[in-house]
């Protein structure tokens, strides 16, 4: 990563527990990932050279930035937002460490927008409203790539929102699943060659 990408997520994560913490309505917060989590995303992504990634849930592009910087040199990364606030935050975050050309931000509810959306997808990450990802889920099966990766955070700090999601998973046969006690618990699965 460039020394100016550095500096943004730097900047961003002082600024994002310091408003997190003054915050009390939960709307306002950008509860963004910690360092080690979007790290080991990261670590994930970065060998894969995928060419499309999907984000649902960009809050202020802090989440973004780690994967518009971790796509192949010519992918993108798509990231849905419902919050038109925090999706002009992105906006200039992503601007700011310039990586705004390989991002494409679109504002709406996830579920209505990824119905929409063409694969195929290598890459998914879920880091929104956890009750909605299994709908989504369905919704993006079958735009996935063939060796796709699935990642969603809060695994552990939200368990009973994320159970539906983590039950949609682990019945899809052709998915290795796991979740990694980092951060706040990252669900990681990988679309696996079925053998006979």
């Known amino acids: 990563m460039t020394p100016q990408i550095q500096a ?3 900047e961003l994560e002082v600024w994002g527990e310091e408003n997190d913490r003054a915050q009390t309505d939960r709307e306002r917060k950008m509860l963004n990932l910690e360092r080690p989590t979007a790290e080991l995303v990261r670590a ?8 499309r ?5 960009t809050s202020n592009g802090y989440s973004t930035i780690w994967l518009a910087a971790s796509v192949a ?20 975050n992503l601007e700011r460490a310039g990586l705004l050309s390989r991002t494409e931000l679109l504002l709406g ?3 209505e927008v990824v119905a929409g959306i063409n694969g195929p997808i290598d890459v998914l990450f879920f880091d929104a409203d956890r009750w909605s ?3 989504q889920l369905a919704l993006l099966l079958p735009k996935l790539s063939a060796d796709a990766l699935l990642l969603a955070d809060n695994v552990t700090s939200h368990p009973e929102e994320i159970a539906g999601y983590l039950a949609a998973i682990r019945q899809l046969p052709e998915f290795e699943h796991m979740v990694i006690p980092v951060g706040k ?3 990681v699965a990988h679309r696996t060659p079925l053998t006979t």
């Not at 040199?73 to 606030?85: C, K």
């Open 133 to 135: 990802a299994p709908a």
């Open 8 to 10: 943004v997520l730097q």
């Open 53 to 57: 990634i999907l984000e649902i849930g």
């Open 44 to 51: 994930l992504i970065v060998g894969r050279r995928p060419q």
């Open 73 to 92: 040199p010519n992918g993108r990364v798509t990231s849905i937002e419902r919050n038109p606030h925090k999706l002009q935050l992105a906006e200039r």
């Open 109 to 111: 509810s996830a579920t």
């Open 185 to 187: 618990g990252l669900s």
